[in-house]
């Protein structure tokens, strides 16, 4: 469902020709989780070659997919603590995923974009040199909550939803059951490890903030949230269950 989603998401034809390479991390990332999913639950090898190439493109299509394809590959290895089997297959996806991901240094060079036009404003080394000064933590905290904050409005609360199932299935993975993770914790959190490393990116990055709009930027969140709000839009149909009801909590988050 969240691939499908993801695939008709009305920015890929709205936005295609000013940001095709975002766009395109999209769809890749939600196939991912449908190959990963495949590969847990079938444990074939052809979906696990197919979660780790998709993997290695979300690297080769922007380098902001390097966040999203480690966490996600990280999450779906979990349950190979408990099922030896899952093990070689779990090889085979970090091995595509890493072959495929290395293509994106000889593309560079080939493209004769390896000499980065602004090397003081898009390397590494300058993002991680401001958290030199104290007063960037707090600015990535506020810029975590204002991440948070668009996503929430912006899917009028569903985000919550799969939040509380996802968080639910991240807790079940600490303690003793950490060597039993079954294949549906695994894929929620996965889910919830892209997420969040899209929004620790978003507010590293604008850190500090220029911009008005910088400071509730969830632009760069997008591909890993549409899976999440097919997940929240399913979870829907028990959002009137508890006390007090699920919706409750989506409701007033967003207000």
Known sequence: LGAIAASCQVALVTDASMALSENALIPLYAWMLVAGASMLYEHRRTMAIACGVLGGC????????????????AALT??????????????WAWTAASLVGAL???????????????P???SLASVLGHFLHPEAYGWLAFNLVGAFTYLTVATFGVIVLSLRDTGSAVLSLTGRRLKNVNAQDAIRGAMLFGLAASMFVTAAYFNPPNRAD??????????????????GIVSLRSAMRGSPPQAWWSVAVTL
């Open 58 to 73: 979300l690297f080769l299509v922007h380098p902001r997919g390097l966040t999203m394809a480690v966490p996600v590959l």
């Open 120 to 122: 003081d404003t898009y």
């Open 78 to 91: 979990l349950p190979a603590w408990r099922e030896h089997r899952l093990r070689p297959l779990l090889a």
């Open 214 to 231: 910088q400071l509730i930027y969830g632009r760069y969140a997008l591909p890993t949230l549409v899976p999440m709000v097919a997940l």
């Open 104 to 118: 994106h240094w000889p593309l560079e060079w080939l493209a004769g974009k390896s000499d980065a036009p602004n």
